[in-house]
């Protein structure tokens, strides 16, 4: 069992930007169809689950479902994960490629395909180009704690006019000629290869103002991500730890977690926002730097209610209750991952160097039993991932299963950023 950073998607997105796949897609993209709703309807709303910040939505494919997809802005067209829907869906002369991503590994394969038809809720699209991974190298059911089969973005987000209500996890979605009242702030965006972007002001190190070229990206679970300033390495912040920032598809991403002094997002303004800095050689031999100079993910976006119009080109912010609250990293140093088929077991994935989890002697494989004296199933990922990252000082009683042998240690918190 794998276990994956929570700015897993990020890498995705990387990946696909600029390889083979992702001009195949556009260039087969005249066969696909926008989202439409049957008869006369004109809008529609669905409740979504909200797990690490990401959007999971029920999508039923050539008829079969529901499966959960990510709904995500950063991708291009639909990303199947999980290889078990080619036969499921019946897919028939799929083309075979070779996608070249980054991290520490080789390329993939994936198929190509323009044989799925997609529903969501009451929208549905024909012939949407859809990329199926021949292997399920990111396994983000471990990482959400339930099955997830792939990705969807730009055709569904170039049908609507989506609104995303995080504080209520309600997706909201109408066709661009119901004229349906938008609230917040008006943020202009522009779409490049089926992605949005914006502009944003950051404050650097040494406190200058930073104009930045973001892709918005909701699924992404980070705040930030920056890698690029005006075609070079982007300058990080002097203090900051070394983490495994996810994974691509090539394997795992190196590099920084810090903060910047400042993100403005027209009147909106976050103060001591944390960002993950990938290293060099992972992304400039791929991408270089001058597509775009990093990623707003959804730890900035769920403190709003949000409306995306890509018809329009314009995004819309209006703070929720989440708003003020505070940019925290993980204290603990523990990565977990839940067995999606068998969620009463949760495993220590990944421990960071020189984490408090290192300190007190936690080891990759522990399985957890009970935290605080609960049993661990009472809680979910997200659960645990906030306990996680809650208080400096914080001291948590952690019962662990090694080697057969059930073994009771205490956890301090420490804010590392």
Known sequence: ?????????????????????LQTLLADACYAQNFVFEGKRKKDALTFEQIKNLIVVPLYLNGKGPYNFILDT??????????????????????????????QGEEIDAFLTNDVSVK??????AHVPTAILKKDIF???????QKIYGLIGYPFFNSFVVKVNYSASRLSFSLPSANVKKRGQQIPIFIENN????FADLGGAQQQPLRVKLIIDCGASH???MYALAGKPFPIPKDTISANLG??????????????SSLTLGKYSFKNILSGFPAYEALAKQVGYDKNDGNLGAEVLKRFTVVFDYPGLSMYLKPNANYNTPFEHDMSGIEVYMDPNNKKHVFIGRIEPGSPAE???????????????????EYSLEDISKLFKSDDGRTILVEIVRNNRNLIKLLKLKRRI
């Open 1 to 21: 069992m794998k276990y994956w950073h929570r700015a897993i998607k990020i890498y995705l997105l990387f990946a696909f930007s600029g390889s083979i796949l």
């Open 247 to 260: 994974v691509g598809l090539s394997g795992v991403i190196n590099g920084s977690m810090g903060r910047l």
């Open 359 to 377: 300190k007190a002697g936690f080891l990759e494989q522990d399985e957890i039993v009970s935290l605080n004296m609960r049993f661990i199933q």
């Open 74 to 103: 950063g991708v291009g067209s639909l990303i199947i994960t999980d290889p078990g829907l080619l036969d499921t869906l019946k897919i028939k002369n799929p083309r075979t490629i070779k996608v070249y991503g980054f991290g």
């Open 223 to 225: 705040p930030l991500s």
């Open 120 to 125: 969501i809720s009451e929208a549905s699209a």
């Open 139 to 145: 396994d983000l059911s471990s990482y959400l704690g």
């Open 195 to 198: 992605r949005p972007y914006l």
